[in-house]
């Protein structure tokens, strides 16, 4: 009777096990309903991205070539002034001196002006090409059946088959070709901002 209590319980223990394994085994057929984005990857390297970071240097240099012009005019004021010295009054060398310092001061306002455009600007477009890649991200989840999508810095290891950047990388440079950059929006902003400040 033990014998046959003892055999029961090995075929239970041995049945149990098999459909352990078996549940075990669909569940990892089934346990990839994740992907991964490398987002810096994303943002750094699709067209779009590029339109934007050569759209930011053509106007980093455009600044740059205003601020310069008007450094030098206040350098070639400054020069003048100094040539004054001796034949000018003391009131109007005071008065001169004053106005250069005035296009310092209006010279130091529009550099920073310029710098808070361009980091509207670029946030205002980076913002747009992360709300792109979002789109685009969900799309490829819905296809693969993802419940869910991490980026990599919030993973500490996984496997490469979960890596899905290359294909959002891929879709990006079919759908997003460019991103503009509001240029005026940003500029407008950057103005209220001033308004309000004061």
Do not use: C
Not at 7 to 26: D, G, K, P, V, W
Not at 49 to 70: G, H, L
Not at 100 to 105: C, F, M, S, T
């Amino acid at each position: 009777m033990k014998t046959i209590k003892k055999t029961a319980l090995i075929i239970s223990i041995t049945a149990m096990t098999a459909l352990s394994t078996q549940a075990l085994a669909a569940t990892s057929a089934t346990s990839q309903t994740f992907g991964i984005v490398d987002m810096n990857r994303v943002l750094q390297t699709t067209d779009a991205a590029k339109s934007i970071f050569k759209q930011m240097d053509a106007k980093r240099k455009s600044y740059q070539a205003e601020i310069a012009r008007e450094e030098d005019k206040i350098r070639s004021s400054e020069e003048s002034l100094e040539k004054q010295k001796d034949t000018l009054s003391k009131g109007a060398f005071e008065a001169k001196q004053k106005a250069i310092e005035e296009k310092v001061i209006d010279g130091q306002k529009m550099v920073q002006n310029r710098r808070q455009v361009l980091d509207q600007a670029f946030g205002s477009a980076m913002n747009g090409l992360r709300h792109s890649a979002a789109q685009i991200v969900a799309h490829i989840a819905k296809d693969k059946h993802y419940s869910a999508v991490f980026t990599d810095d919030a993973v500490m290891m996984s496997t490469p088959d979960l890596d899905m950047t290359d294909e959002v990388i891929k879709q990006m440079n079919e759908k997003v070709k460019d991103v503009r950059v509001d240029w005026k929006k940003a500029s407008e902003s950057v103005a209220a901002s001033a308004g309000a400040g004061k």
